[in-house]
Every structure is written in C-alpha cells, then in structure tokens.
C-alpha cells in the first residue's frame, strides 16, 4: 500500500492498522473528516505531511503483530462487524452517557460557578446523549437488520429484501449527518474545557469527569469510522451488486 499525502484519511485509516490512533493522537479527523487527502488534513492541523508520513510509515511496519490480534474488518463478515460495533462501542456508549451526566450533575452543582464553561458542557452532552440514544436504537432496530438480511441474502443466493426506506444510502446518509452532529458538539466540549484539561481547583470528580469525556470523544471517533469508513460502504456496493 503507498502511504503517500494524496491518499485520503479515511483510505488510510482503514488500511493500516496503527492509522486510528496516530491520527487521534495528532487531532487528524479520520472519521467524519475522513474525505480529506492527508496533506489537506495536515494543513488543516497545522501538521508537517511529512512527519505525518513518517509516523505511519513506521506505525505500520511495527504494528504487524498487534493487527493479528485484531479482526480485519474489511474481510470480516457485515454480520461480525455490526455485532462487533454493538457489542463494544454501542453498549460502551449507553454505559457511559449516565455516568458522565451523574459526574456532570456533581461537578456542576460544586464548581459551576466558578467555571460556567461547564454549565455549557452540560448542555452539550445532554443533546449528544438524547441524539445517540435515538441514533443506536435507529441502527439495531432498521438499518443493521437490514444489512444482515442483505448480506444473507447475497450469501445464500436470494432475492435482495426490500426496505421501505427504498435502497440503503438513504438511512445511511441520515447516520453519517448524524454522526457529524454528534462529533462537531463534542468538538465544541472539548474547546469548552480547554481540551479536556482540569482546572488547578479542580476536585478528584472533576479530574474524572474530564478524562470520561475525553475517552468518551476517542470511542465515538472510533465507532463512526468503523460505520462510516468501512461498515456502510461496504453495505451499499452488496446492495449495488444485489440490484
């Protein structure tokens, strides 16, 4: 594979294995933003493309034997891919959003008068949490039974089933606006607190409401770009190929 600046994020995020969290790391979109060639990206970050370059370079010889011990999501099957993005990301996702509004209530209630940067939080990732909660049940109710259905279809050499919504890019296209609604208000959190950074008075709960905040940022940029970069296009050309 050339690793070279005219590829996209998402081309790279998906082919080498290390990609994600080097870009997570830099603060390179790889998910929503994924569209973009790299060296645009590292415009945009204010990154040199070629440090950028080497970093993958390097993440991908030396990430060999950790990507073995991870599934290739893009020859695994639909069905394994979306029971592993439930399984993990969607059951971490309704884990989390009750512990971090429990923390939020806490650190607002002591320290949001001091700090109403919080306050703003709060706002924010309550309409994160509503719009996610909506978003997943969407996904395991329609559309990932739908891809299933799709998949055994093709696999078994039936007739392709079919949706009322008409062909799978429309829901797709409403789930990746919604991802990119659910990213850019977790974008303004993390400029809100200053990139998940506590305040010198900042107590053990408010320490631990920020690091919950930034884990709960780096899972979500996973999730959609497992969806995004890998699950939904690979769902539209089956549906292509079945038409």
Excluded: W
Excluded at 70 to 99: A, C, M, T
Excluded at 105 to 110: D, G, L, N, P
Excluded at 159 to 177: H, L, S, W, Y
Excluded at 226 to 242: G, Q, T
Aim: net charge negative.
């Amino acid at each position: 594979m050339a690793v070279n600046a005219t590829r996209t994020v998402r081309e790279l995020a998906v082919e080498i294995p290390s990609a994600t969290r080097i870009f997570e790391h830099l603060g390179i979109d790889y998910c929503c933003g994924g569209g973009k060639s790299l060296q645009e990206a590292c415009a945009q970050a204010h990154l040199q493309v070629d440090e950028v370059l080497q970093t993958l370079e390097q993440g991908s010889l030396s990430s060999v034997s950790a990507a073995r011990e991870l599934p290739n999501f893009q020859q695994s099957s639909l069905k394994d891919l979306v029971d592993h993005i439930v399984g993990k990301h969607h059951v971490y996702v309704k884990q989390e959003l009750p512990r971090i509004q429990q923390l939020l209530a806490k650190v607002v209630a002591v320290h949001g008068a001091n700090h109403p940067e919080l306050g703003v939080t709060q706002g924010l990732f309550a309409q994160v949490a509503a719009e996610l909660t909506q978003h997943m049940m969407k996904e395991e109710m329609v559309l990932f039974p739908y891809i299933a259905e799709l998949e055994s279809a093709a696999n078994f050499g039936r007739r392709a089933p079919q949706p009322a919504f008409g062909t799978i890019k429309n829901p797709v296209r409403m789930m990746e606006m919604e991802h990119e609604e659910a990213g850019n208000a977790l974008e303004k959190i993390a400029s809100e607190t200053n990139h998940y950074t506590p305040p010198d008075d900042a107590c053990f709960s408010y320490k631990t409401l920020y690091s919950a905040l930034k884990e709960f940022e780096a899972d979500l940029h996973q999730h959609v770009h497992l969806e995004n970069n890998i699950l939904f296009p690979r769902a539209v050309m089956l549906e292509e190929k079945a038409a």
